[in-house]
């Protein structure tokens, strides 16, 4: 699924630049993000809940360094389509052991070994209308959408012995994937503070909420710019990344977050 949304970014931006005669850019950088991902499962009726930290109990990386790809193309003096991709691969390999049990007079001992991928691809396509212009300030209305790719595969084995020889053992392996689209409008500004150096930000949100479901997705970004000629600019950049998902009945209560952030570097290239 991953390459089918690499095909998507490299498919667009060969098919505008063929249609339109105007400026196109490319951006190509680094985000250093610090993640956080949780999830947690209730039975209201039995009052449990069990709550899980991927970084803390699964032992997936929090700070992990990731690409990130733009192509933009201007058509006119006030309107663009964009699309960007970035990602977040992360592996986790760990082992626990029990301590030793006693029972009728036998010593059981039980050893698990959790071997885990979870890769998460983004690519936002959109447009921008420029709302707002002047000589050091443009601000522009943006309509788009996330194509949010979720990929886990792994697998679990586990045994219990009993004097040093297995007693009982198992080995289970598994894959899922999962693409969701998720609409959403935004703004992003930019402020010119000297003839080569400038401000620049960007917000995108989505919110859905019904009787049983609640989401959510925040992209927000600020920096500052630095042209270093007339085609080439360099970007640094602060970056978070939040998507939540939340669904309760009087049977189940499940939610999941995830969220990224730190700080980019970029260059971006203007044809």
Partial sequence: MMKKLKLCLITASILTSSAYAGDLSVTLGGVYNSANSNA????????????????????????????????EYNFDSGNSVYMDWRSLHRHARTSVSSDPIKILGSEFKANATLDL????????????????????????????????????????????????????????????????PMPNIGVRGSYRLTQNLGLSSHL????????????????FNFGAYYQITDSLILNASYNHYEIGVEYGDSLLNANMGVDFSGPMLALQYKF
Avoid: C
Wanted: charged fraction near 20%; hydrophobic fraction near 40%; glycine fraction near 10%.
């Fill in 40 to 71: 947690s499962l209730g039975i209201p009726i039995l009052g449990a809940k069990l709550k899980v930290d991927a970084e803390s109990h699964l032992d997936l990386a929090e700070k992990n360094l990731s690409p990130y790809v733009k192509i």
């Fill in 204 to 219: 995108e949100a989505f919110m859905l909420s019904t009787r049983l479901f609640d989401g959510h997705l925040i992209d």
């Fill in 117 to 180: 991928n979870l890769d998460i691809d983004i690519a936002r396509i959109g447009y921008a209308h420029r709302i707002i212009s002047t000589d050091n300030f443009d601000l522009n209305a943006m309509l788009g959408v996330h194509l949010i790719q979720l990929s886990g595969k792994g697998g679990i084995s586990a045994n219990i012995n009993e004097g040093g020889q297995d007693w009982l053992s198992f080995n289970t392996k598994g894959k899922k994937n999962s693409l969701a």
